[in-house]
C-alpha cells in the first residue's frame, strides 16, 4: 500500500464545510485497522467538536457491524469524505459487510496510508486521522426520549461510540 504523497495539512478548525451537510448528506467512510487488515463502513451519525480543550470526532458503531472489532482493536481510526460521484462506493460500503465482500474491489477505491499510518483513501477530498481517547455504549436506562429505543433500537442493540482526538486533518 502506498503513502499519501499529495496532501495538504490543515487545523481542524479550517474545514470549510458545514459539519451537518458533511455528516448527514455527504456521509462519511470510517476506517480502522492495519495495512495488511483493515475494513471501512459508511457512517452519517457522529459529530466532530471540541472537548477536554481537544477537537475530537465521535462515531457510533453498532456491535454486529464488521468495523466494529476493527475500531475496538485498534487505537486509531480515519474518517474521509468524498465527492458526490462516490456515493455509490459509500453506499456499498454502508450496505455490505467486510465479512461478505472486499470493499476496496467492489468499490474501486484506493486505499492509501496518511502520514499518521492510518488508512484513508486517494479519492477522498478531506481524511481526518484520530486516535481513540473514550468509548462506552448507549444505555437503555439512560435515554430521556424512550421512544427512540423502539424506534431505533428495537433488537436493543446499541451503538457504542468512541470519541477520537484528531491528530491530522489532510485536504487531499
Keep these: 500500500m502506498e503513502t499519501l504523497k499529495d496532501y495538504a495539512d490543515l487545523d481542524p478548525y479550517k474545514i470549510g464545510e458545514n459539519i451537518f451537510n458533511l455528516l ?4 462519511m467512510l470510517i476506517t480502522s485497522g492495519t495495512k495488511e487488515h ?5 457512517a452519517s451519525w457522529g459529530g466532530m467538536g ?3 480543550n481537544k477537537a475530537v470526532v465521535t462515531l457510533f458503531i453498532r456491535p454486529q457491524r464488521y468495523t466494529y472489532k476493527f475500531v ?3 487505537s486509531s481510526f480515519n474518517v474521509c469524505f468524498f465527492n458526490q460521484e462516490y456515493k455509490p462506493a459509500l453506499n456499498f460500503c454502508g450496505t455490505k459487510s467486510g465479512r461478505d465482500f472486499d470493499k476496496v ?3 474501486g477505491l484506493t486505499p492509501v496510508l496518511s502520514p499518521n ?3 484513508t483513501f486517494k479519492e477522498a477530498y478531506l481524511s481526518i486521522d484520530c486516535i481513540k481517547l473514550y468509548s462506552d455504549d448507549l444505555k437503555s436506562s439512560n435515554f430521556i426520549d ?3 429505543i423502539d424506534r431505533i433500537y428495537p433488537s436493543k442493540d446499541f ?5 477520537g482526538e484528531i491528530i491530522g486533518c489532510y485536504l487531499l
Design 38 to 42: 483493515f475494513n471501512m463502513m459508511t
Design 105 to 107: 474491489k467492489e468499490t
Design 72 to 74: 475496538e482493536e485498534n
Design 117 to 119: 499510518n492510518s488508512i
Design 24 to 27: 448527514d448528506n455527504k456521509w
Design 146 to 148: 424512550k421512544s427512540l
Design 50 to 52: 471540541v472537548l477536554w
Design 159 to 163: 451503538h457504542r461510540f468512541y470519541i
